[in-house]
């Protein structure tokens, strides 16, 4: 994270490139076939498909960068993500805010068939955020519970290339395309539940280069209120109304855009036997928005049911 992302014009180019030239053919029987044989030449690249199906648990840290909007100043953190296959994991992300020492941790999960967020605020008085389309922003459980399962999905195909066992996942052939770095060979991947992305993978390594899906534009209110000299009952009243008014200007904003949604993977290290991305950047419609640098992972650290709730 040497660079400031407003200055990372080669993913933009490379993700507008991708766009616009992979090609689109009929779904049959071959390219099923086709795109099994290029998963079975990735899952070698990255360490086996041995060792991919030894992982059960896996924990990820990461350090970020983010720009929510462009009139806005850049956010940093800390992110901790946690997988107990096939349907456990939990997302804690501890966000430093444009404002003296305030800080946001925020945590989305699933256990099973029960999502559950939590949020949380430190220094600065009292902090209130509103993002706009994440998992912990849904209008229900059920939504919730969709968006953190294809959030859990997304990373799970694009690190370890596989579909969780709980869901049913149609992987298809879908073409080439051609990037700055070489050509590509991309897989077209569907669930039941209208979960959809395409897996570009390398050419020549066969490695995971970029995944590409439909998201809603990200987004973010927030104010800060400063702490009352008085009881920590009058504090937290205050910050609720102020949670109260912030929902009520969020829920009279127009209905988020649906945008395309570009996961660039790279800098691969062998963790273990098995070569994982530490550096990922996230771009909306070509521009760079967020970037990880990812400080360590973990396979099968010993993780337990009890630990992914709210």
Not at 56 to 85: C, N, V, W, Y
Not at 171 to 185: L, M, N, P, T, V
């Amino acid at each position: 994270m040497k660079k400031h992302l407003s200055i990372s014009t080669t993913v933009t180019l490379t993700a507008l490139i991708l766009a616009a030239l992979v090609s689109l053919p009929s779904v049959d029987a071959r390219q099923d076939n086709r795109a099994q044989t290029l998963l079975a030449q990735a899952r070698a690249a990255l360490g086996g498909d041995a060792k991919l199906k030894s992982i059960q648990t896996l924990s990820t840290s990461a350090k970020f960068r983010r720009i929510i909007a462009k009139d806005q100043p850049e956010m940093s953190g800390e992110l901790q993500l946690d997988f107990l296959l096939p349907d456990k994991y939990i997302a804690t992300e501890v966000s430093n805010l444009p404002m003296g020492d305030a800080q946001i941790t925020r945590i989305n999960g699933f256990n099973g068939d029960q999502a559950f967020r939590d949020t949380r605020t430190s220094g600065g008085g009292n902090i209130v955020i509103r993002m706009g389309n994440g998992p912990d922003n849904q209008p229900n459980q059920a939504a919730q519970l969709r968006a953190v399962r294809a959030e859990f999905t997304i990373y799970v195909i694009g690190w370890l290339l596989a579909a969780p066992q709980t869901q049913t996942v149609d992987f298809s052939y879908g073409g080439e395309a051609q990037a700055e770095e070489g050509r590509a060979d991309v897989i077209d991947i569907k669930s039941a539940d209208d979960f959809a992305m395409r897996l570009f993978l390398d050419k020549e390594t066969h490695r995971p280069l970029m995944l590409s899906y439909r998201g809603t534009q990200p987004g973010m209110i927030f104010r800060m209120q400063t702490a009352s000299a008085g009881s920590h009952e009058d504090a937290d009243k205050l910050a609720k109304e102020a949670q109260e008014r912030t929902r009520r200007e969020a829920e009279g904003q127009p209905p988020p855009k649906t945008v395309e949604i570009q996961m660039y993977l790279s800098d691969y290290r062998n963790v273990g036997g098995i070569l994982l991305p530490h550096h990922i950047t996230r771009a909306i419609n070509g521009e760079v928005n967020e970037e990880w640098d990812v400080t360590k992972f973990k396979i099968n650290p010993p993780l337990k049911p009890e630990n992914f709730k709210k």
